[in-house]
């Protein structure tokens, strides 16, 4: 047996009590439901946060955590969502935009010449700038017209990266040669990186929310990217987000989940029309 992993996992202590406070306020705060299958992805996540605080326990954290909930449970979201993303990850969403979505909301909005977009989730920015280029070169066209994206992450150290928008060139390997000269160019004084253009950039609005505190913004969205998000959710929890976001949407409003989730038994708000593409119905 490797005696240093054997140290390693016998650093801390996890009580079973420890693992159940801490993932009820971890679904209290965010709406994950962390399974006991979990527990050593939080043990792991959260024993380097116990090292940088200089803390001997888990039980002083729970308890730190009690005594300054709101600044403590950021950095807690922070340490147990998943940001496991890419350019254009599930690409056959980003063909039907432009082939098909976006020149149906063009359509249904030539009298406000308005279109809103969310990417909800969005993680160190990769799937925004990734709508954003479908959008610049599918509507380049519409001269004068208010075109806006959102981009929301519960996480406040990837939004920050995201809207840096800097990217070592290995992320961008899967985009063609073309279009990576045109929207992301070489990063000033930073070699090996680049950096999506100011185009892409006034496009977005980056900003850090909880999906389950009060939104700011009224909708409505023509079209809502929401992707591998709700796979940390239970059902109930489900039914109570598709519902929220059904009330930023009109009839016919556009929503993209991920490759492994599905609105069967959860919702009866949207109609399936493509590989895990709904429509909001009326």
Same mark, same amino acid.
């Given at each position: 047996?490797? *005696?240093?992993?054997?140290?390693?996992?016998?650093?801390?202590?996890?009580?079973?009590?420890?693992?159940?406070?801490?993932?009820?306020?971890?679904?209290?705060?965010?709406?994950?439901?962390? !399974?006991?299958?979990?527990?050593?992805?939080?043990?792991?996540?959260?024993?380097?946060?116990?090292?940088?605080?200089?803390?001997? !326990?888990? @039980?002083?954290? &729970?308890?730190?955590?009690?005594?300054?909930?709101?600044?403590?449970?950021?950095?807690?979201?922070? /340490?147990?969502?998943?940001?496991?993303?890419?350019?254009?990850?599930?690409? %056959?969403?980003?063909?039907?935009?432009? @082939?098909?979505?976006?020149?149906?909301?063009?359509?249904?909005?030539?009298?406000?010449?308005?279109?809103?977009?969310?990417? /909800?989730? &969005?993680?160190?920015?990769?799937?925004? %700038?990734?709508?954003?280029?479908?959008?610049?070169?599918?509507?380049?066209?519409?001269?004068?017209?208010?075109?806006?994206?959102?981009?929301?992450?519960?996480?406040?150290?990837?939004?920050?990266?995201?809207?840096?928008?800097?990217?070592?060139?290995?992320?961008?390997?899967?985009?063609?040669?073309?279009?990576?000269?045109?929207?992301?160019? $070489?990063?000033?004084?930073?070699?090996?990186? &680049?950096?999506? !253009?100011?185009?892409?950039?006034?496009?977005?609005?980056?900003?850090?929310?909880?999906?389950?505190?009060?939104?700011? *913004?009224?909708?409505?969205?023509?079209?809502?990217? &929401?992707?591998?998000?709700?796979?940390?959710?239970?059902?109930?929890?489900?039914?109570?987000?598709?519902?929220?976001? /059904?009330?930023?949407?009109?009839?016919?409003?556009?929503?993209?989940?991920?490759?492994?989730?599905?609105?069967?038994?959860?919702?009866?708000?949207?109609?399936?029309?493509? $590989?895990?593409?709904? $429509? $909001?119905?009326?």
């Amino acid at each position: 047996m490797d *005696m240093s992993t054997l140290s390693v996992a016998q650093e801390f202590e996890l009580t079973d009590a420890e693992f159940n406070r801490l993932r009820e306020l971890v679904r209290e705060h965010t709406g994950i439901a962390l !399974s006991d299958a979990k527990r050593e992805l939080v043990y792991g996540r959260l024993a380097r946060r116990l090292r940088k605080l200089k803390l001997a !326990s888990f @039980a002083e954290y &729970c308890t730190l955590i009690e005594g300054r909930p709101a600044e403590e449970m950021q950095e807690l979201t922070n /340490a147990i969502t998943t940001n496991l993303t890419s350019f254009f990850r599930e690409n %056959y969403h980003f063909e039907q935009l432009a @082939a098909e979505v976006l020149p149906q909301v063009e359509r249904s909005r030539a009298g406000t010449r308005r279109v809103r977009l969310w990417s /909800a989730g &969005c993680s160190t920015g990769e799937e925004p %700038y990734s709508l954003a280029v479908v959008v610049r070169e599918a509507l380049a066209h519409l001269h004068g017209w208010d075109i806006k994206l959102l981009a929301t992450d519960i996480d406040s150290k990837v939004i920050a990266t995201a809207a840096e928008g800097v990217y070592g060139e290995e992320r961008l390997k899967g985009i063609g040669a073309e279009r990576v000269r045109r929207w992301f160019p $070489r990063a000033a004084g930073q070699p090996g990186n &680049c950096e999506a !253009s100011a185009e892409l950039k006034t496009l977005i609005t980056f900003r850090q929310l909880n999906l389950f505190d009060p939104w700011p *913004m009224k909708g409505p969205f023509d079209i809502i990217f &929401c992707r591998n998000v709700v796979i940390y959710f239970d059902k109930d929890t489900q039914r109570a987000l598709f519902e929220r976001m /059904a009330q930023v949407q009109e009839p016919g409003g556009w929503l993209f989940v991920g490759h492994s989730e599905n609105l069967f038994s959860v919702t009866s708000r949207y109609k399936l029309v493509g $590989r895990t593409v709904y $429509r $909001r119905v009326g």
